[in-house]
């Protein structure tokens, strides 16, 4: 059970270029979630999905994209990088309780891009 | 989810325990109460959650005020290891959907 598995921990891109930030979990948990953390700040919601098929915007959604096809998988999409996207991504999921209620937030370790 | 303002930093000596205060003044009646630490730029690592109740386990206790709008989490004997940011936030449990952090606390244990 390898919980939330984030790729890659690390990336340096170019201004103009795009690359996609992998999320996987092996919980079958339901409710997914994009975070971006900037050095010394806390972390902002970039987006989130609900269930497989639905997306929903978060604080801070200009510049990315995400997609939910499956319940494993929520990959976030940078079209054209930005030097102000130069953050920490973490990706985490929940999951519904038997009984009601929700399991508290699993993290993924993080990637660490860089746009220069 | 309802909004949530804590101390940006705060100091314990080693062995000490350590408070750690939010305020969380419009949180409405189904809304949990929930504390996250980072270490390093780690991934967030949960602590402990209550609803009204106070609660402890192993790492922590969390102490709820009678009209829900504070709380307080306390690392009973802190340990250099505990220097962390703490997060504070409150999610409504029927719904799981938006959950926004706020700044959250820096603690520094001090030897």
């Known amino acids: 059970n390898a919980g939330v598995t984030q790729t890659p921990k690390f990336r340096i891109l170019k201004i103009g270029q795009s690359m996609t930030l992998q999320c996987t979990q092996d919980m079958n948990h339901n409710y997914m979630y994009w975070y971006r953390q900037d050095p010394g700040m806390g972390l902002k919601l970039i987006y989130y999905?609900?269930?497989?098929?639905?997306?929903d915007k978060g604080e801070v959604p200009n510049g990315y994209n995400v997609s939910r096809s499956t319940t494993e998988d929520f990959p976030l999409r940078l079209e054209l990088a930005a030097p102000s996207q130069t953050s920490v991504y973490f990706c985490?999921?929940?999951?519904?309780?038997?009984?009601?209620?929700?399991?508290?937030?699993?993290f993924g370790n993080g990637t660490r891009l860089t746009v220069t | 989810d309802a909004k949530t303002t804590q101390p940006p930093s705060m100091d314990c000596a080693e062995g000490r325990a350590a408070n750690l205060p939010c305020n969380h003044s419009t949180i409405s009646g189904n809304e949990y109460v929930y504390w996250y630490r980072q270490i390093h730029s780690q991934g967030p690592q949960y602590i402990i959650h209550?609803?009204?109740n106070n609660e402890t386990n192993e790492m922590a206790s969390l102490i709820i005020t009678e009209d829900r709008k504070s709380s307080t989490l306390i690392l009973p004997h802190a340990t250099l290891r505990d220097t962390a940011v703490y997060y504070c936030?409150?999610?409504?449990?029927?719904?799981?959907?938006?959950?926004?952090f706020g700044e959250g606390t820096q603690l520094t244990v001090n030897p």
């Open positions: 209550g609803l009204k």
């Open positions: 999905s609900v269930g497989a098929g639905i997306t």
């Open positions: 936030i409150v999610r409504e449990e029927t719904s799981g959907s938006r959950l926004t």
């Open positions: 985490a999921s929940i999951t519904t309780l038997v009984g009601g209620g929700h399991s508290p937030l699993h």
